[in-house]
């Protein structure tokens, strides 16, 4: 993707679906985000017989799986370790192998 572009702009040279443009401020399930935001408590791990680890990601990747006026739900790939990642996108691979293989 090319920074700071919108649109077909954006999308030029690529095969892809522009989906800001169609509709903008809309985030769509089965989409994967980059957000920033400050938050305003970190979240607190607790391992038994370990210190709890305070823990807050400012900039979290997210699959995003609903949403709603007032919230956002989805999946942090960042935190996820490299084997269930493989498993969320091999699902997605696997919903539509065609769109993936094809020749363009």
């Known amino acids: ?8 702009e954006k999308c030029k040279d690529l095969d892809e679906f522009d989906s800001e443009s169609n509709m ?3 985030l769509i399930p089965g989409n994967i985000y980059i957000f920033t935001y400050n938050a305003q408590s970190p979240v607190i791990y607790e391992v038994p017989g370990e210190k709890p680890i305070e ?11 609903s949403n709603t006026k007032t ?15 493989t498993l969320i996108l091999n699902i ?3 919903l539509d192998p065609e769109f993936f293989e094809r020749n363009v």
């Open 1 to 8: 993707m090319i920074r700071n572009k919108k649109g077909e």
């Open 24 to 26: 903008p401020g809309v």
């Open 55 to 65: 823990f807050y990601d400012s900039v979290p990747l997210v699959l995003i799986t």
């Open 71 to 85: 919230s956002v739900r989805g999946i942090n790939l960042n935190l996820c370790n490299y084997g269930l990642k």
């Open 92 to 94: 997605f691979y696997n």
